[in-house]
C-alpha cells in the first residue's frame, strides 16, 4: 500500500510560470510533512517543511499549501526557473521515518 | 561546516558477495538513517539509529541486511551474500537529535551487482 501518492510523475513549466506537485497521504498519524529536491548523482535536499496544524508556508518562491481533512498537500513554485530543473519528493513523517511519495521530475523550459 | 558523507561512491560487487556501506553523519548529529533508492523511486527507509542503538529497523528487507553504529558516530551498512534486487543507490541522513525532523541526506553509494 503506498502510504503517500505523488503526482505527476513529470512536469514541464515554461520559465517564470508556476509549478504545482500535488501529494495525498493516507495516515492520520503522519505529523511532518517536508519537500525534498534532487539533482542527478546528489542526495535529496530539505527544501520546505509543514506540519499539520498550519495550513499554508511558504519561503521564498516555495509554497507548501496543506489540507488536513482531505489529507492532500501541495507544492508551488513561483516564477519557476531553469536552475529548478530536479526531481521533487513529497514525504510524511512520524516517529522519525519518512514515507516518500515516487517523485516528479521538474523539467523548467528556458 | 561538513555535510554528511558516504563511501564509497560507487561499488560494484558480484551476485554473493559481501559489502560494507559506510556513513559519516554531520558532527553532532546523534540520529542517523539509512534509505534506499531504486531508480526512478522515492527512498525507502531501512534502519535509524539513536546514538549507537538501532532505535526501528523495521525496513530491513531481510536478514542479509545489517547495520552497526558502535560509537554513535560513523555507521556501516553490511550487506551479506548480494543479490542483483540489492542494486539501488544506498542514502545515508542524519538529524540533530530523535524527534527533530530535518534530515540531511548524504550524496549516497550506488550499488550494482552483477
Keep these: ?110 | 561546516g561538513a555535510g554528511v558523507s558516504q563511501t564509497p561512491s560507487n561499488k560494484v560487487t558480484e551476485k554473493g558477495k559481501y559489502v560494507e556501506l559506510r556513513c559519516d553523519p554531520i558532527s553532532g548529529h546523534t540520529a542517523l538513517y539509512w534509505y534506499r533508492q531504486s531508480l526512478g523511486q522515492g527512498p525507502e527507509f531501512l534502519i535509524y539509529f539513536q546514538g549507537t542503538g538501532a532505535a526501528d529497523d523495521s525496513g530491513l528487507p531481510n536478514d542479509r541486511f545489517f547495520a552497526v553504529r558502535p560509537e554513535g558516530s560513523v555507521s556501516t551498512l553490511k550487506i551479506q551474500r548480494t543479490e542483483r534486487g540489492d542494486s539501488a543507490v544506498y542514502l545515508c541522513a542524519s538529524s540533530l537529535s530523535r524527534g527533530r525532523y530535518e534530515q540531511y541526506f548524504g550524496p549516497g553509494t550506488r550499488l550494482t551487482v552483477t
Design chain 1, 1 to 110: 500500500q503506498q502510504q503517500v501518492k505523488q503526482s505527476p510523475q513529470s512536469l514541464i513549466v515554461q520559465k517564470g510560470g508556476i509549478s504545482i506537485i500535488n501529494c495525498a497521504y493516507e495516515n492520520t498519524a503522519f505529523d511532518y510533512f517536508p519537500w525534498y529536491q534532487q539533482f542527478p548523482g546528489k542526495g535529496p535536499a530539505l527544501l520546505i517543511a509543514i506540519r499539520p496544524d498550519v495550513s499554508e508556508k511558504k519561503e521564498g518562491r516555495f509554497t507548501i499549501s496543506f489540507n488536513k481533512s482531505a489529507k492532500q498537500f501541495s507544492l508551488h513554485i513561483m516564477d519557476s526557473q531553469p536552475g529548478d530543473s530536479a526531481t521533487y519528493f513529497c514525504a510524511a513523517s512520524r516517529d522519525d521515518k519518512i514515507i516518500f511519495g515516487k517523485g516528479t521530475r521538474l523539467h523548467i523550459l528556458p
